[in-house]
Structure formats: C-alpha cells, structure tokens
C-alpha cells in the first residue's frame, strides 16, 4: 500500500494564498498520474489538476490562471500552489498518484477560504 501524506491546508482570507504538499516514500518519478482534487461539502469530488510524467499539464478551468501543480521527482513530493483564493475554493483537498490514473490517494487536507 502506498501512503501519501499531505500537509499545508488552513484558514485563509479570499485573495490569500497556501501552497499543499503531499509526500510519498514511494519513487514519483516513473509514475505517469499525479493529481490534486477537492470535495466540498455536498459535492462530488473533482479534478483540480494533473500533472502527467509525459505530456501537457491539466487544470480545471476554475483554477486555471490562479492554481500551479508541481511535481519534486527527487524528494518524492507534489505541490499545489494556491493563489488568489476564493471562498469557492473551500473543500478538502486530495493528491492522488498512479499509472494510468489515480489509484493512490491521501487522506486529504481541509482548505478554507473566508470572505
């Protein structure tokens, strides 16, 4: 079993910015998924954005211009830079690795934004 471990959520006020991490001691590097996705309450859980090991990154379209996914292939780590939040944005957070898609995922990390 693969265990990810994400930190990096909190309370921030709409416009601020927060930057998740999500480690793994399992080897990112020759993995072909790595994803963030979020749940607020009451909703289903959606794709944030995906960073694959070959090709063109993903971002929703509600993140696009304001979220960066990253990928750390030496420490084992994926990022989700979060900037110019909005309370929309408030949901649990998920990072989520695999081959083929996300077969891996975190325990999550709670994000809330405040207007």
């Known amino acids: 079993q693969v265990q990810l471990v994400e930190s990096g959520g909190g309370l921030v006020q709409a416009g601020g910015s927060l930057r998740l991490s999500c480690a793994t001691k399992?080897?990112?590097?020759?993995?072909?998924?790595t994803g963030w996705y979020r749940q607020a309450p009451g909703k289903q859980r959606e794709l944030v954005a995906v960073?694959?090991?070959?090709?063109?990154?993903n971002y929703a379209e509600f993140v696009k211009g304001r979220f960066t996914i990253s990928r750390d292939n030496v420490k084992n780590t994926l990022y989700l830079q979060m900037s110019s939040l909005k309370p929309e944005d408030t949901a649990v957070y998920y990072c989520?690795?695999?081959?083929?898609?996300?077969?891996?995922w975190g325990q999550g990390t709670q994000v809330t934004v405040s207007s």
């Open positions: 989520a690795i695999g081959h083929l898609g996300p077969t891996f």
């Open positions: 960073l694959p090991r070959r090709g063109p990154t």
């Open positions: 399992r080897s990112i590097f020759e993995l072909d998924y």
